[in-house]
């Protein structure tokens, strides 16, 4: 999916290599996507930190696109992906690791993964849902900042769409938004401008690691945590992650806290969006 240059090291013979390793690396189907015409590269879409599984998408030549969902536990789950949410109102399936055709996919797909599994879907015929879109933005420079939490504005051009953050965020502190609209109550999908270059090229041979983690509470619930991947080359260039947060209530009277979770500091953090 991230249609990379394709480099083996191991040697190609079946008396050194096992028959399966072999069945993987030359699997017709999953070179095309790699190597794919059009070379865009498949974007991070929705995470579930606590469950343990992402999705990905991205374009593929001929109108076509490819869905990643990767189960990161050890052990079997079942994932649900609302394809509406991600833009997708139908298409035509194909399985590509399984090698079968699946038909037409729509609405929330019931995904049983087994443990380390990605799932690999080829989209044809893809009819567009209409996309998500918000009323307002929510500047995380202008929300209520407590503990060691502080707002600071960037150079021109970085720290997108604001031109400034809320750098800072430990276990102690808290940047907060009141009156934040959503059109009817439950879940909802928020996407949150973030800027993290906490890359760990020094320690990584120490099982050092880029995420940084953030919690989210709507009105008061239970805080859930969200591990941020590196956005982009430096500390102004901001990245979007894409989530889902429950406890929404129609109307303006929603209250969206974010936190700094455990040990080490928050992602910096720029604002967010409702998406309905």
């Known amino acids: 999916m991230n249609k990379s240059p394709l480099i083996i090291g191991a040697a190609l013979d079946a008396s050194?290599?096992?028959?399966?390793?072999?069945?993987?690396?030359?699997?017709?189907?999953?070179?095309?996507?790699?190597?794919?015409?059009?070379?865009k590269q498949a974007q991070l879409v929705r995470r579930y930190t606590e469950e343990e599984w992402d999705v990905w998408l991205g374009e593929l030549s001929g109108s076509r696109q490819i869905v990643g969902i990767a189960n990161w536990k050890n052990d079997s789950q079942t994932a649900t992906l609302d394809l509406a949410t991600l833009g997708i109102a139908s298409a035509q399936a194909r399985d590509v690791w399984g090698a079968k055709d699946l038909g037409e996919v729509f609405g929330a797909q019931s995904i049983d993964l087994a443990g380390h599994e990605l799932r690999l879907w080829l989209l044809s015929d893809v009819v567009a849902s209409t996309p998500l879109k918000a009323s307002s933005y929510h500047e995380a420079a202008k929300a209520s900042i407590t503990g060691s939490a502080s707002a600071m504005s960037c150079a021109t051009g970085t720290c997108l769409p604001t031109g400034s953050k809320v750098g800072d965020?430990?276990?102690?502190?808290?940047?907060?938004?009141?009156?934040?609209?959503?059109?009817?109550?439950g879940k909802k999908v928020i996407g949150v401008d973030?800027?993290?270059?906490?890359?760990?090229f020094t320690t990584a041979w120490d099982y050092g690691d880029n995420t940084r983690n953030m919690t989210i509470a709507v009105n008061s619930g239970k805080p859930k945590r969200w591990a941020f991947p590196l956005s982009g080359g430096d500390w102004d260039e901001s990245g979007r992650l894409t989530v889902e947060s429950d406890g929404f209530v129609q109307g303006t009277a929603n209250v969206v806290a974010f936190a700094g979770f455990g040990v080490g500091l928050?992602?910096?953090?720029?604002?967010?969006?409702?998406?309905?």
């Open 16 to 39: 050194r290599i096992s028959p399966a390793s072999l069945e993987i690396m030359s699997n017709k189907e999953v070179i095309a996507i790699n190597q794919d015409v059009l070379a």
């Open 266 to 276: 928050a992602p910096d953090l720029v604002g967010f969006e409702v998406l309905e």
């Open 194 to 200: 973030f800027v993290n270059y906490d890359y760990a």
């Open 169 to 185: 965020i430990d276990s102690s502190a808290s940047v907060v938004f009141s009156n934040v609209s959503a059109q009817s109550g």
